[in-house]
Structure formats: C-alpha cells, structure tokens
C-alpha cells in the first residue's frame, strides 16, 4: 500500500504537470491551516425555482472569490434520516447566522456549498455579497469543531479545487490525462477561469479536501492510510505515547511564547503538555505527511484546538510530530 499511495502521488503530480500545474501549489486548498477561516454557505432550495439549484448558487458565489487565492470548494444538500431531524435541526440552528427567518420543514431542503482557506475578509464579502438572494439563508463559520461541521464532513462531496484562475476536477477514468472537461457543468468561463481535470482516480484520491472532525470507530483507518503514505508501517495512535523533551519545551516558552499564551499554557510542563497533545490526537485528523530522507525521519501535523479561558473562540495550535513507529512513540517537533 506504501508503493501503491506512492504510485498516485507520482501520477498525480504528472497529470497536473500536463496542465501546467505544480502538486506543491495546491498545498493551501488541501491543507488547513489554523490562521485561515472556513464557512458553510446554506441556501433554502424552496426558494429556488430551477431543479438544477447549483447553477443559480455558483452564478452568484464564483463572483465572489478574490481572483487568486486557493480553495477547495464542497457541496451537497443536508441529508438526513426522518427520525434525525431534530438532531440536524439543533446542530444547524446552534452553528447557522441567518440573514431571514426560514421554516425548517426537512433538512434536505438546504444545499450547503463549503469553502476553505479563506480570510475573515474573504468570509465577509461571499456574506455580503449574498445577503440579498432570498435563496441564501446564511453561514456558518466552520473553522472550529461543532456539531454542524461534524455532520457536513459525512455529507459534503468535492465538486472542485480554485487554484488561483484554474478550476480543476476530475473526469472519467477511461479519458486521457491530455483532455480537459468541466464535469460539474458550472460555467466557470463565463467569469474568467480555466477548467482543466485529472483522471477521477487521481482527483478523488489525491486532490479532495477532508473537512476536519473527531476520529470515530471505522473512520480510525484513514488514520492508518495517512501514516502510510510516509510509512510502510502504519499502527494505531491510540497506543503512541508522546515525547516532549525538556529542550525542546524551554525553545517553545522562549521562541512560541505568544502561541502558547494564548492557549495558557506559559506554565505547561513537558508532562502535562505531552498528555494534553496524547488527548486531542484523535480530536481531528492527521495531515501534512512527509518523509525526510536526509533524517530518515517520517512527521505529521495536527491542529489541536484548546478551549480559551474566560470562553470565546478556542485556541488552535499547530503540533508537528515525529511518527516513530518502532518504539509507537510520537516526538514533539515544534508547536505554534
């Protein structure tokens, strides 16, 4: 499997590179990143009269995006069981800010389209720049963890990556690499973007944004394929311990000494901080792999989010760990 994963990148980075585009651009639009803002944009599709309520709601988003900036961009309608909906309706109305009152007569009424890496200045301009669609019935800020997030990362589907004035997607697997197609049939070009697609293989794969949540049950082996991407021995996290050497917490207190102030750690030992970093491992999930030959050293980042004192909005930090599958310990490397 460490061959195979392999295999994908190396296809995929060829693919792009067909098209002009380097895999390393893109790290923004599939990473995140825990200064970057992400929202859930919810329409009423009640309210709109075209069966096809996706071409109406990318007419007036795709207008919105500052001309070069990276996003992954997901959507879907929110899909429930009839004897959830109220679980739907509190995660919706605890996390939604609405721009009109809206009767909530069945979760599947609302299409939700997802956007990453984005700025609280890029948030404020698709809000406002919607606010007057009746169709629109607003946002929510799903950059921290909540019930709503939660519930959107078991529904939403990729449809597209903006790199800059590039739209890419995925197209039939029986179709050359050497062909472009916008599959999602919004009209990209008639705002001034580029379609250009990959093999649905390579896209899905390698390509498609994984919208943060808690590791539950089954889902644990995503885990498990992300160490093996920089590992050809993958093992549970659940047993690792975490390791934060003496030195390395003294560098932290004097050179991230703003980071972890904000989370009130100043005071943290490298006991307590190691147990705080073995709590939220399975809180989020792994990104950000890598292997460095030179150190033979294989490493992940994960957000830790910590709530604030006083309440407000928690603190996200990011911890970059060594995998040391031989002794399932994890090395603390650096922590802002």
């Known amino acids: 499997m460490f061959r195979e994963i392999q295999y994908l990148r190396r296809s995929t980075e060829e693919a792009l590179a067909l098209k002009g585009i380097k895999y390393a651009d893109l790290k923004t639009a599939l990473v995140p990143d825990r200064q970057r803002k992400e929202m859930a944009l919810v329409f009423d599709r009640n309210a709109i009269e075209d069966n096809w309520y996706g071409l109406p709601v990318f007419r007036r988003i795709l207008p919105l995006f500052e001309r070069n900036s990276n996003h992954s961009v997901l959507v879907g309608d929110y899909i429930g069981e009839q004897n959830v909906q109220d679980v739907l309706f509190m995660a919706m109305q605890g996390a939604v800010v609405l721009t009109r009152d809206v009767e909530f007569q069945h ?146 207190k004097s050179a991230k000494s703003g980071s972890l102030a904000r989370a009130g750690l100043e005071l943290v030992t490298s006991a307590e901080l190691a147990a705080l970093i073995r709590s939220k491992i399975s809180a989020s999930y792994i990104y950000n792999m890598s292997y460095d030959d030179t150190h033979d050293v294989s490493k992940f980042n994960v957000i830790i989010e910590v709530p604030t004192m006083g309440g407000g909005e928690p603190t996200r930090l990011l911890a970059a760990l060594e995998y040391k599958p031989e002794n399932q310990s994890l090395r603390l490397i650096t922590l802002y």
């Open 107 to 252: 979760s599947s009424q609302f299409f939700v389209v997802y956007i990453n890496n984005l700025t609280e200045a890029m948030m404020l301009k698709f809000h406002n720049g919607l606010t007057n669609w009746n169709a629109y019935i607003g946002y929510a800020d799903a950059t921290y963890a909540s019930r709503f997030k939660l519930l959107l990362s078991t529904m939403l589907a990729n449809a597209f990556l903006k790199h800059r004035e590039v739209i890419i997607q995925g197209h039939e697997d029986d179709r050359p690499n050497t062909e472009d197609v916008n599959m999602c049939g919004y009209p990209f070009a008639d705002y001034g973007y580029t379609c250009r697609s990959i093999q649905g293989h390579l896209e899905g794969t390698m390509l498609s944004y994984k919208i943060e949540r808690p590791v539950y049950g089954t889902f644990a082996v995503d885990t498990e394929f992300g160490l093996n991407a920089i590992s050809p021995n993958p093992q549970p996290l659940e047993h690792f311990s975490v390791e934060v050497e003496e030195a390395k917490l003294g560098y932290l």
